[in-house]
């Protein structure tokens, strides 16, 4: 009975939940084999993945299809997961398969580039990126449905406006709407169409996606009642890196141009 009323709780008013969620370690544990099996398996299949993306991508929209379809049967029926497979799940809808593959795609692109492991990154950059779109749609589809018809209904009638929660949904909207054209300019059949500098330019714009990843995943945190220390930390600690990382490799990039002309 208590886990059924949990998983109502997350499923209609997973923002009105006041009480220490019993499965808060258990996400936490999931955010952190979510990381560790992405990077691992992206270094260990590089070269499949650069040779058969095609089968990667359609196991991607496989396992993303299944989430959704998860997902819909949950809202109405009593249907659960169990063990692993249930885990595997929430990796998927929770965002944390998709985030894992974006965080390898920002090292790749802040890693000094003579490095072995950022050659290995940047080799499969572009197939990492479609990697992390295809798995967050069934995250911004299905949250996105359940807010318009399950929570902005009590929203209205209760005439009270969360701004925090609204607040990290139109984020995480904004940081949707942004991936889509950096989604199909990754695709060869797309990429192909656009001048190299067009498509540079365009590129920039997933600075702006990291960031408001970033504030979305924060301002969730702190829309919970009890706040998960262990996430903040893992989330700030990575794009926190990924920036210092950044900011070193630009400036160093632009003395070694500075040197080169004078
Ligand atoms: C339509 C757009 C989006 C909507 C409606 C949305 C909604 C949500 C919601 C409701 C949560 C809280 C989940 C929970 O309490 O378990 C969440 C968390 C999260 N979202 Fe989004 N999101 C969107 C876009 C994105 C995008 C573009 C990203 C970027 C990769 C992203 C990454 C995440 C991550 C990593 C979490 C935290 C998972 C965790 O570790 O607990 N979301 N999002």
Same mark, same amino acid.
């Given at each position: 009975m208590y886990l059924l009323t949990l998983q109502l709780c997350s499923i209609y +008013? @997973? +923002? @009105?939940?006041h009480y220490q969620h019993p499965l808060i370690e258990e996400a936490n544990i999931i955010l952190i084999y979510s990381l560790i099996i992405v990077t691992v398996l992206a270094f260990s299949l590089t070269s499949s993945i650069k040779k058969q993306y095609r089968v990667y991508y359609s196991l991607a929209a496989l396992l993303a299809i299944l989430t959704s379809f998860y997902e819909i049967l949950r809202i109405i029926s009593n249907v659960e997961l169990h063990g692993f497979i249930s885990n595997l799940e929430k990796a998927s809808i929770q965002g944390n398969i998709s985030i894992s593959f974006f965080i390898l795609v920002m090292f790749a692109g802040a =890693?000094?580039? #003579?490095w072995g492991i950022t050659k290995k990154l940047l080799s499969i950059r572009a197939q990492l990126a479609i990697l992390g779109s295809i798995f967050i749609l069934p995250h911004g589809i299905i949250y996105l449905a359940r807010f318009i018809l399950l929570k902005l209904p009590n929203i209205i009638r209760q005439r009270e406006i969360p701004i925090l929660y609204l607040g990290y949904l139109v984020v995480g909207i904004i940081a949707f709407i942004i991936l889509i054209p950096l989604f199909l300019t990754s695709l060869n059949k797309f990429r192909s169409k656009m001048s190299g500098l067009k498509w540079k330019q365009l590129q920039r714009w997933a600075y702006g996606f990291y960031f408001l990843a970033y504030i979305h995943i924060i301002l969730m945190l702190l829309n #919970? #009642?009890? =706040? @998960?220390w262990m996430k903040l930390i893992i989330y700030t600690a990575v794009f926190g890196s990924y920036t210092l990382l950044r900011v070193i490799k630009a400036k160093k990039i632009k003395s070694h141009k500075l040197n080169k002309a004078a």
């Open positions: +008013n @997973d +923002n @009105d939940i =890693l000094g580039s #003579k #919970k #009642k009890e =706040l @998960d």
